[in-house]
């Protein structure tokens, strides 16, 4: 079955330094999207994207955000100076077009930042 | 703006047994996706059952089932023949059907107890 990959499963970073979460979609789906989860809180929105640029994003993208699809196959997000409130579970998910709206989520990497 | 409420945080249930969770939404769209995902202890964020807000009929996977009402704006799960692995966290979640952003409820947390 296909599935959404995401490198590393685990980082950790020192504040003010950059990162960035790898995510390879599944390969015919053409929605891609980041989302963030805060140890024991809700998933939050940060970003969609779809054509080669982002098409949505949240307020908590801000500045310090950027995504990337650098070769067609994977998608980055980077964070340019991160703050000890980036830790959390970041997820990637990938979905296809029209009628199919599952989205299919990475299993995630969970940044902690020191 | 769309949101999403669950408003039990944890629930239990004895194994073989039946549990409901509850969603509700608000929004102002007519046309869109209500979703329930599970996100067992590996993290990875997993549908469970889709429905679209145009049809009538309620979502039926195997042992899972939701009770769609439009008019009340709720959207429950039920869970027949409780089993071991569907201890998780579950979340509901909404897409509007002209978007391509999920909004997540702020989960509950499911124990089957033996």
């Known amino acids: 079955e296909p599935e959404v990959t995401q490198t590393p499963s685990h980082q950790v970073t020192q504040m003010g330094q950059e990162v960035i979460l790898r995510c390879v979609p599944i390969?015919?789906?053409?929605?891609f999207y980041w989302y963030r989860q805060i140890l024991g809180q809700k998933v939050e929105f940060l970003v969609s994207f779809y054509n080669n640029e982002i098409s949505e994003k949240s307020e908590i993208f801000d500045d310090q955000f950027s995504v990337e699809r650098p070769d067609g196959s994977n998608f980055t997000l980077k964070i340019r100076s991160t703050k000890l409130e980036d830790s959390a579970m970041y997820f990637c998910a990938s979905r296809g077009t029209g009628m199919n709206t599952e989205a299919f989520f990475g299993q995630g990497t969970r940044l902690t930042v020191v | 703006a769309q949101t999403v409420t669950q408003s039990q945080p944890e629930m239990s249930v004895q194994e073989a047994e039946t549990v409901t969770l509850s969603c509700t939404y608000d929004t102002s769209e007519s046309n869109y996706y209500l979703f329930w995902y599970k996100q067992p202890p590996s993290r990875q964020m997993i549908l469970v059952i889709r429905?679209?807000?145009?049809?009538?009929q309620n979502a039926t996977e195997n042992r899972f089932s939701v009770n769609f009402q439009k008019a009340a704006k709720s959207f429950s799960l039920k869970i027949s023949d409780s089993q071991l692995g569907d201890t998780a966290m579950y979340f509901c979640?909404?897409?509007?059907?002209?978007?391509?952003?999920?909004?997540f409820g702020t989960g509950t947390s499911l124990t089957v107890i033996p």
């Open positions: 429905q679209e807000a145009y049809k009538q």
């Open positions: 979640a909404f897409m509007k059907r002209t978007g391509n952003q999920f909004y």
């Open positions: 390969s015919n789906h053409l929605y």
